[in-house]
């Protein structure tokens, strides 16, 4: 399918635009022939959410922006950093604004309020753990090694796919139907990692071996790797059980099914992503 080039519409901003979520909503508006301008360290203008001093030539000429912080919007002070770009957002002309949120997290609702007290017309899209942290991120290369390392016990998670979730904020853009929306978005099927690693030793043709550990252990990896050790935080959120509920977001805006972890799974190992 060919698409023409929309000329008059305002371009749209994507925060974060090389990221999970961020590069799928790009390349969704871009095949729809809307301009959409990345907003990363490496763009054209640069985009850094350290330095507010290049917000503004990011939203110069936007009408609209989806936004993902990083490391996550759950963090201490994310909540006053997007409330500022949010409210510069608004002063830009940029209006419409579509937030990623964490389901179940306490300090990303901070967050949410912020973008909601700007005078935006926001939406809001809660999700899970992406099912993409298996193939793209955290875990890609232990998979890849046949091992899967985590301080998560026994516990269980609705894990939802990252395309699903750029299909809904891709929704919430271009169509004014979802302003004053928040979604919450699962996958289909509650999962253990034991559950996990079964389905992408199936998808893989290969074994895939579940390793609990504690938090102690895993924190201490973390630093040794040169992360910060905080994102161990973001474990809680499976072991605690707020969200060992399936959420029917996918449904509400898009009016289908999301899509299996069994499904994500078959497609990602297709694709090579944990080829050795």
Known sequence: MTHTQ????????????????????????TERGLPVRIGSRAGRPPFDWDR???????????DAAYITFYPDLAFPGADETVGAFAEAAVAAGTRRLVLLSGRGEEGAVRGEDRVKASGADWTVVRANWFDQNF???FFQEGVAAGELVAPVGDAVEPFVDADDIADVATAALLDPRHIGRTYELSGPDLLSFWDV????????????????????????ALTAQGLPGELADLFGLITDGRNASVVHGVEEALGRAPRSFTEYAKVAAA?????V
């Open 52 to 62: 507010p001093d290049t917000w503004s030539a990011a939203l110069e000429g936007t």
């Open 135 to 137: 193939s793209e991120s």
């Open 6 to 29: 929309h000329t008059d519409h305002p371009t749209t901003l994507v925060v974060g635009g090389t990221g999970k979520t961020g590069r799928r909503v790009a390349a969704r508006l």
């Open 271 to 275: 694709e090579g992503a944990w080829t």
């Open 197 to 220: 690693a079964d389905i992408l030793s199936s998808a893989i043709g290969r074994p895939v071996s579940y390793v609990p550990v504690s938090d102690a252990d895993y924190r201490a």
